[in-house]
Each structure stands twice: as C-alpha cells, then as structure tokens.
C-alpha cells in the first residue's frame, strides 16, 4: 500500500508540471495569435531560466548532495520557478542549499538513530519533486493565469489577487517544505536524543516519525522564517514596492511551523516507526526483530513530504488574510 501511494504522489507531481508547462505555451501561443496584447517571454528571462537550473545543477555534482536523478528533477523544477516568477526561484534555492547543509549535520549521530538517514544524504528527485512538485505546478499555474513576471502581493486590488493568491500558495509550500526539513534534521542532531510523541505526549527515540522536539519546533519556524525573509526581499527588489513586505516573514514562519506539525500528525499516525533490537535504530517498515512504537505503514515520508506540503500551500492565503487582516 505505501509503495503504491509513493508512486502515485511522485508521478503526480513528476508529470503535472511537464503538462501544465506545455499547456501554458501552447495558450500562449493561442492567446498571443487570436487576442493580442499578450506579453510575451523575453529571450533574456528564457535565457536565465535555463542558465540558473545547469549552474545549481553543477553545484550539487560538486557536492555530491543530489544523485542524477535529482539533479535532472530539480533542473526542470528550477526552469519552471525561474521563468514564472524570480521570487519563486529565489525562495526555493535557498530551501535546497540550506537543506542540503543541514541534512550533512552531524550526519553520522543522525545516522546512528535512523536507519533512513544511515543510508546516506544523497536526495533523490523523489526528495526534489515531493518537495518542489507542488511549488512547480502552482508556478506554472501562475504563469498560465498571471504571465511571467514579479508582482506585489495585495488581496485589496482586483488586478493582483490571482497573482497574490497564487504567490503567497508558493510561498507557503516552500515553506512548510523548509521548516519541516528544517525540524527533522535539527532536531535528530541536537538534543539528548528522544522526542514527543505528537499524539500522546510520551517520550520515544529521536528520529521517530511524528516525534516532537522544542529545539525542532523553533527550527521549522525560524525555517520558513527565511524562505518569507527571502521572498520578501526578492519581491522588493523585482517589483514597484516603496517597502519590504515584512509581513511575509511571519507567513513563512506560520508555513514552516505548520508544515513541521502536519508532517509530525501524520507521520505519528499514517508512518509506521518501530525499534531495531539489534541495530539499535528506527526503521519504518515491520519486520520480525523490530518493536513498534507508532503509526501504521500506510505511507512513507515522500508521501507525507507530498501531502504536507499540498496542504500548507492551500491554507497560506487564507493564513496571509488573517495575519496581515486585509479583510
């Protein structure tokens, strides 16, 4: 049942973006043909949009942090972004790198808890696309409705609320991809090494899926935090703004939080974790030798990454209008 649903999420968000993106040049070409007046991408951003994806890409050949796989994932994911929307690129770049980063943390303490982490952090396009799918497909969707270019985020003006809407989903969904990243990678790498069970308080292994820690709350904060941070910066910079929407800064910080808490509830619940005997690690499958802590094998955390991330996306506009109270 789980690698079913793995492999149903990771095609969705693998092919949905290749589809929506010819769709929305085959629109344009229409729309530019019978309506007129359709802006047209520039060959500077087309360009740019091609260069940015092969300079990351040579980047994590480098490092060694993406097999190839991931690097052609992320290669499309990143044409997508830049051509739609440069904040978008920006925010996501930064998500990669940081996580890149943290992922090799104390790498082998994390390695010693959790038999997933044992087996390398090297990102998959698994990793990429469950992260990245949803922020790429909401992108082109931007692209088909708003048009490539940066655009302020303003729900009070007609003209801007699609693009805002479709913006600040983004956002969102970069976000609560970073913080949750962010949460599980700081957590298991600081600390005395135990967690929270999200859903009945009891104290189990650090790495358990759906185990809470403080320092790993304020992690998937202060990372959604900086994708917000980012975003707004970048979105001074490409747009008319007279000033910094600061105010992103705690959506992202709320998209990150959230994300984390998402992915903890299910992970206790709909993610099996149980205790190797004789390795002395967790694992996430059942098997004779191992003692369950939690949850059920239902899914795994590419599916979960998935879900968690579609979620946020879809309650960060509403979450936008509430913090920054434009209705």
């Given at each position: ?17 290749p ?40 980047r ?8 190839l ?14 051509l ?57 969707l ?5 048009g490539?270019?940066?655009?302020a ?35 298991a ?21 759906g ?16 994708i ?32 984390s ?33 939690s ?32 209705f």
């Open positions: 049942m789980s690698k079913t649903l793995v492999a149903f999420f990771s095609a969705l968000s693998f092919v949905i973006a589809i929506i993106l010819i769709t929305w040049l085959a629109l344009l070409v229409v729309r530019a043909h019978y309506v007129g007046g359709v802006s047209v991408v520039s060959p500077g951003r087309l360009l740019l949009a091609g260069i940015v994806p092969i300079f990351f890409a040579l994590e050949v480098s490092k060694k942090s993406l097999t796989s991931g690097i052609f994932a992320a290669s499309v994911v990143g044409f997508v972004l830049t739609a929307n440069l904040c978008f690129i920006a925010s996501i770049l930064v998500f990669f790198l940081t996580s890149s980063k943290l992922t090799k943390f104390r790498a082998e303490r994390k390695a010693k808890q959790d038999e997933e982490a044992s087996e390398g952090s090297v990102r998959t396009w698994l990793n990429v696309l469950n992260n990245g799918g949803v922020p790429t497909a909401l992108a082109s931007y692209a088909v409705e708003v490539c270019k940066e655009t985020i303003d729900f009070d003006d007609p003209y801007l609320y699609v693009s805002s809407w479709l913006s600040i989903a983004v956002l969102g969904a970069v976000a609560s991809a970073c913080g949750d990243t962010w949460a599980s990678e700081v957590g790498a600081v600390g005395k090494g135990t967690a929270t069970l999200i859903t009945t308080g009891e104290t189990v292994p650090a790495g358990t899926n185990g809470v820690t403080v320092v790993g709350t304020v992690a998937s904060a202060c990372g959604g935090a900086v917000g941070l980012t975003y707004a910066i970048m979105n001074y910079l490409t747009t008319d703004l007279m000033h910094v929407p600061w105010f992103l800064i705690g959506l992202g910080a709320t998209a990150g939080f959230l994300g808490f998402l992915d903890s509830l299910f992970g206790a619940t709909a993610q099996y974790s149980g205790f190797d005997e004789d390795s002395k690690k967790i694992v996430s499958k059942p098997r004779p030798g191992v003692k369950h802590i949850g059920v094998p239902l899914l795994n955390n590419h599916a979960v990454n998935f879900i968690t991330c579609f979620i946020t996306s879809m309650l960060s506009p509403f979450l936008c209008r509430l913090l920054t109270n434009v």
